[in-house]
Each structure stands twice: as structure tokens, then as C-alpha cells.
């Protein structure tokens, strides 16, 4: 009895310390659960207030087409500056904000980045009414006027200025509406080309082969082309699309009083002239491309269905080694593609047929981005090259299609068909001298219809039409390659995150975070004492 007695209390004791012993575990097992799931929650607290801490500063660009990044092209070539070069935005930021909304952030965005990978890029926002030495500092360098809400881009004696809106692509039928304060700015763009503009300005104002180019757009007074509505707009787009790209451009020269003197200008531009040219006019495009021998210009003739009989430009043409045939270029529908192009007489778009042209070298096309975009040919005349054995050069740049065919203009509207084969539609013609033991050269760009510098065309970035002609000229000035930076769609979903929206952040982060963290604790140590 007491030997069992004896036994039953060293069982009791020995029970007991096996509940301390599970006890002990139990708690370890707990408490180092607690410790683990503490620190975790700290780590992760500390990790959102460095992430919080990050968006006070960068924002986060989740865009299908990166609108607050830049290209590599750009980076590149803002590195990689030895000049100084001051960006000056002239209105306030926080004003800024108000014109513009969210939109703004595209913009302060752009700008922050040029800074940062540039030392020698500068960035200012400044009121003309507040600060008129920063106003003064720019006009005596720019010679047109400088208003609030411009760009202003400057390094030495050089200077470019836009308006704000030309950073963006704008949808024009809700243009007014935004004017009568009946839509938000967001709601009429399309389209973000800040990266484009900037970039492009300063590459302008750095460049040190600046071109000049002269844009013969009259004779005695009249509109040298047909004064349509189409081609109107078409001589705006190549205008902005020279000036885009670095080139001086001089607008409206008229061709029976204008000085083509070579010392103002390296390029001439004669669009699709209705009536023959005089003579004494072909003789000063003659001179001007002559130079006195040194060479070294180039003129961009254009030509179009809608000219009249021009014996006098055909015999200059012809001394140049090509004649412009009296047809339009017509091609199959696997050929072709459905252009919007503005209406002949109206400012309205129209849709048509346009051949497909492929590109006959790749020696002008050395600063496309993407050199798989099409380009097209609306109304385009053919090129026929003339063997003339006086040392010119034609260069076929645009071909069309072995199944293409020619149409008779008094007959466009015809389907019957008088030639098939593969045409030129635009071509460059050199005419190299040797000189002094030195060769230098003259060119003759060629394009046969104003439609393809049609507006919407040249603006749609599905064509190639624009950036392969500013390429190819170019090429032929000898000239820095320009950035070709596609407008970036805004259409797409973004993250915006407004001062507003961090700050409440930081509050949750800084404050409700902490205080969930201390709750669970306490119920954690109820619950405990409680077991």
C-alpha cells in the first residue's frame, strides 16, 4: 500500500513537470511566433515608409506607352551635352497645375528627367509679370514674342519658343469646348509629344550646321499652289515638321520678288506651282542650286495632279535628268491602303485609295525608328529618268509596285488603264562637280504629290511619309540626324498619384499601421494571461 502510495505521488510530480515543460514550450512556441510575426509586420512597415518616401519623389509610370519616361535616343543625347541649355516654362508650377490638372504631371515629369541626366540642363518656371528680367533675359534673343504658358529653350544666342499646347496631340473638335470651359485639358488631348519637342529644341539650339530653308509659297502675290484647303495644310505640316526637326524655316517667299540669296538660305522649298514658272525665275533656282561653283544647296520640289502646263519648270526638271509624267499612279488593293487625307476643297477629312510604296534604298533612311512603317502615295505622278550625260545622278527613293498603273489625269476617274509597272514616285537627283580637287554637290529632292505630305498623313504615326523626308534632307545637308520620337497615346490607363493622395498614405503608413500593430499586441496579451 505505501509502496503504491509512493509510486502514485512520483507519478503526480512527475506529471507536473511535464506540464511545466509543455507549458514552457506552448510559450516559447507562442511567444517566438509573436516575436516572428512582429518583426515581420516592422519589416514590412519600414519597407512602405521607404516606398512612401519614394512617390514624394518619383512616380510610378504604368502607361502601356510610358508617358512620364524618356527614350533611350534622348538619354543618350542629353548625357552626353557639352553645352549648357536652360529650359524655362513661363508660368508658375503651382499655376501650372491649375491649367493643366493631372495633365501637368506629363510635363514637370519630362522636365525633372532632363535634369537629372544632365548637369548641363537647366529648368525654370517663372511669371512674365513677376519676373520680367527672366523675360527680358529671353526676348533679346528671340526675335518674335514670348507670352505666358510658352517653352522656351535656350543655349548662347540660340533660342526656340513653343506654347505649351504643342506638347500635346489635341482633339480639334473638342478643341472649343476646352475654350468655353466645357471639358477638363484631359479630355482633349490624344497625344503627348513633350519628349519630341524638347528634345528636338535642344538639339536645335545646340546644333552647330544649322540649315536655313526658304518655303517658296507665292508668285506676284498669289498662292504659287492650288490654294486648296489640303495643300494649305500640308505646307503647315512640312513647316512644323523642318522646324521640329532643327531647321531655320522662313515662310511665304514669293518667287517673282524673293532674294534666293545662298547666303540666306541651304534649302529651297518650290511646292506644285499651278502656273509655268518665267524664266528668269528658273534661272535663279538654277543659280541658287549653282552657288558660283561652291555647290553645297538643295531645293525640294513638289510636284501634283492639280498643275497646269509648266513647259518652262518641265525644261529645268529635264536638265536635272527626269521628266514628271501627266498621270496619277493607281495599285491593287493588297497594294494599297485606305489613307485619311484632308478633303481637296474642304477642311474635312476624306478617306481614299492610296498605293503603297517600298523604299528603292536605305541610304536616306538612316534616322528612322521603325523603317517597317509604311509609307504611302496619294495622286503621286511617275518619274521617268532621262539620259542626259551632263554628270547628274537620279536616285530612286519610292517605288511602287510591279502591278501598279498609270491613269491618264483627264481620265483619273476612269478605270481603264494605259501602263503597268514599277514607277518612281520620288526620287534625289545629284549633281557632284569637282572643284578645287574637291568634290562637292548640289541635290534635287523630288516628291510627285502634295498629299503625301498631306497633314494627317505626315501626323498619323502609322506613316512613314514625314520622318523618311526629313531623313533623306538629312542625309543630303550633311546634318545631325534629329530624334524621331513618336507622340506617346495617353488614352491608355494610368497610375496618378496626387500630393493629396501620398499624404494619405503617410498617414496610414505612419499612424494607422502603428496602431493596428499595438492592438494586436494587447488582444495577443489578453489572451494570454486569460489561458
Same mark, same amino acid.
Given at each position: ?40 509586420? #516592422? ?88 519676373? @520680367? ?168 520640289? $513638289? ?20 521628266? #514628271? ?48 512603317? @509604311? ?6 505622278? @511617275?518619274? !521617268? ?9 537620279? $536616285?530612286?527613293?519610292?517605288? !511602287? ?103 494619405? $498614405? ?26
Amino acid at each position: 500500500m505505501k509502496e503504491n502510495t509512493q509510486e502514485m505521488m512520483q507519478s503526480d510530480q512527475l506529471s507536473d513537470k511535464q506540464r511545466k515543460k509543455l507549458k514552457l514550450r506552448k510559450k516559447l512556441k507562442y511567444g517566438s511566433m509573436a516575436t516572428a510575426v512582429t518583426a515581420v509586420v #516592422i519589416v514590412v512597415v519600414v519597407l512602405i515608409n521607404v516606398l512612401v518616401s519614394m512617390l514624394a519623389d518619383i512616380r510610378l509610370d504604368l502607361t502601356s506607352d510610358n508617358v512620364y519616361e524618356v527614350s533611350e535616343e534622348t538619354v543618350d543625347y542629353v548625357k552626353n551635352l557639352d553645352q549648357d541649355v536652360e529650359i524655362a516654362i513661363s508660368v508658375e508650377q503651382e499655376t501650372l497645375k491649375d491649367l493643366f490638372g493631372t495633365t501637368e504631371m506629363m510635363i514637370s515629369e519630362t522636365l525633372s528627367k532632363y535634369e537629372d541626366y544632365s548637369d548641363h540642363v537647366s529648368v525654370t518656371y517663372f511669371d512674365t509679370t513677376k519676373d @520680367p528680367d527672366i523675360l527680358s533675359k529671353y526676348q533679346t534673343i528671340y526675335s518674335g514674342d514670348i507670352s505666358a504658358g510658352c517653352v522656351i529653350v535656350a543655349s548662347g544666342e540660340r533660342c526656340k519658343v513653343y506654347s505649351m499646347l504643342e506638347m500635346f496631340d489635341i482633339d480639334s473638335n473638342m478643341y472649343y469646348q476646352y475654350m468655353y470651359s466645357q471639358c477638363a485639358f484631359s479630355e482633349i488631348i490624344t497625344g503627348y509629344k513633350g519628349e519630341q519637342l524638347l528634345t528636338n529644341a535642344i538639339m536645335n539650339v545646340t546644333d552647330a550646321n544649322v540649315k536655313s530653308v526658304g518655303m517658296i509659297e507665292a508668285a506676284n502675290e498669289n498662292y504659287i499652289y492650288s490654294a486648296t484647303e489640303g495643300n494649305y495644310n500640308a505646307m503647315e505640316m512640312l513647316a512644323t515638321l523642318l522646324d521640329d526637326n532643327g531647321y531655320d524655316v522662313t515662310r511665304g517667299l514669293d518667287l517673282a520678288t524673293a532674294d534666293l540669296d545662298t547666303e540666306l538660305y541651304d534649302v529651297l522649298v518650290l511646292p506644285a506651282p499651278v502656273n509655268d514658272l518665267s524664266v528668269d525665275a528658273v534661272q535663279g533656282l538654277s543659280d541658287f542650286l549653282y552657288n558660283d561653283g561652291a555647290m553645297g544647296k538643295q531645293l525640294i520640289y $513638289i510636284a501634283d495632279y492639280t498643275q497646269g502646263d509648266t513647259p518652262n519648270l518641265d525644261a529645268f526638271l529635264k536638265e536635272w535628268n527626269i521628266v #514628271i509624267g501627266d498621270s496619277i499612279i493607281s495599285d491593287t488593293d493588297e497594294n494599297s491602303q485606305i489613307v485619311n487625307t484632308y478633303d481637296v476643297y474642304m477642311s474635312t477629312g476624306q478617306s481614299m485609295i492610296a498605293p503603297i510604296v517600298s523604299v528603292a534604298t536605305t541610304d536616306y533612311s538612316g534616322s528612322l525608328q521603325n523603317a517597317s512603317l @509604311p509609307i504611302v502615295a496619294p495622286f503621286a505622278r @511617275p518619274i !521617268t529618268e532621262q539620259s542626259m550625260n551632263n554628270g547628274k545622278v537620279v $536616285i530612286p527613293l519610292w517605288q !511602287t509596285s510591279e502591278a501598279s498603273t498609270l491613269v491618264a489625269l483627264a481620265e483619273a476617274e476612269d478605270t481603264d488603264t494605259s501602263e503597268t509597272g514599277v514607277q518612281t514616285v520620288a526620287c534625289i537627283v545629284q549633281n557632284q562637280v569637282n572643284t578645287n580637287n574637291q568634290i562637292v554637290e548640289s541635290d534635287l529632292l523630288v516628291l510627285t504629290s502634295m498629299s503625301m505630305l498631306d497633314a494627317l498623313v505626315v501626323s498619323d504615326t502609322a506613316y512613314n511619309n514625314g520622318e523618311y523626308v526629313i531623313s533623306a534632307l538629312n542625309t543630303l545637308c550633311g546634318k545631325e540626324a534629329s530624334n524621331v520620337i513618336a507622340s506617346k497615346s495617353v488614352a491608355a490607363a494610368t497610375l496618378d498619384i496626387t500630393a493629396d493622395q501620398i499624404d494619405v $498614405i503617410k498617414w496610414v503608413v505612419w499612424l494607422v499601421f502603428p496602431l493596428l500593430v499595438v492592438a494586436v499586441g494587447v488582444i495577443v496579451a489578453i489572451r494570454r494571461r486569460s489561458r
